[in-house]
């Protein structure tokens, strides 16, 4: 009888000690998530933001932008009508006086092959499982032509297409040839738009950032049959 309730001691120490963990954790997470503006800009709550996946993955993105010490204005999920009266869904832009900084977030986690030519890449995990996902060069390319002839832009060298993976994951052989386009773990987010900011000359005035950002401000916080939509469109298209 002592040694069951000695163990039944030990189990509840345990789960105790578990929940507290577990407390500290996301008390420290939800104190970040405040001091964000990622609530605001997306409408998405904290359980959202961290429940879902694909949503936490742009949260870490959009909070790593956030603390980048330049004038800068942030957008999230931006759906942009089409020609064929579809949408195209932007998951994170940062316009500045250097041009914009279309980020498209993989939060995905294995190994990833893939290059600039081929239509679908690969992730794969230790178990041998291999999962097909459409180029995301090519997704967010579909997004800069949706966003330029929304703003009536023509100058490909204000746009800089970012993609960007999860740190739980290994790029393996990618392969980018095009001098705008940006593949990479979430990391390294703030060395690589450094190093692009390094040798370019400011473009746009404060002024000009704040005239773009009421532009496409209309296309964020859209309705849900938006989104369902959207998704319906590119399931489609994908099948």
């Known amino acids: 009888m002592e040694e069951v309730s000695e163990m039944f001691g030990l189990i ?8 507290l963990v ?4 996301i008390l420290k997470a939800y104190m970040d998530f405040s001091d ?7 409408n998405h709550t904290f ?9 936490n993955g742009e949260y870490k993105v959009y909070r790593k932008l956030e603390k980048l010490k330049l004038s ?7 759906y942009i009508p089409k020609k064929d009266g579809t949408t195209t869904e932007i998951d994170l832009l940062m316009i500045t006086k ?4 279309v980020v498209e977030s993989k939060n995905y986690s294995g190994w990833i092959f893939g290059n600039e030519k081929q239509r679908y890449w690969t992730q794969t995990f230790p178990n041998k499982k291999k999962y097909k996902f459409f180029n995301p060069i090519w997704q967010n390319k579909g997004h800069i032509s949706a966003l330029k002839e929304a703003l009536d832009i023509t100058d490909d060298s ?4 970012l993609i960007v993976f999860s740190d739980e994951c290994k790029l393996k052989k990618i392969s980018v040839n095009t001098a705008n386009v940006h593949v990479f773990n979430r990391s390294q987010l703030g060395q690589v738009i450094k190093r692009e900011l390094q040798n370019t000359k400011p473009v746009f005035t404060s002024e000009d950032i704040k005239a773009y950002f009421v532009l496409l401000k209309p296309y964020i916080k859209v309705g849900t049959q938006t989104k369902e939509l959207h998704i319906q469109k590119i399931k489609e298209k994908l099948s």
């Open 12 to 19: 509840l120490i345990s789960v105790f000690g578990y929940a």
């Open 22 to 25: 577990m407390g500290v954790v």
């Open 36 to 42: 964000s503006k990622y609530q605001k800009a997306s």
């Open 47 to 55: 359980w959202e933001t961290f429940t879902n996946k694909g949503i």
């Open 72 to 78: 800068k204005l942030l957008l999230t999920n931006i």
């Open 98 to 101: 250097f041009g914009f900084f």
């Open 158 to 161: 204000l746009l800089q297409s």
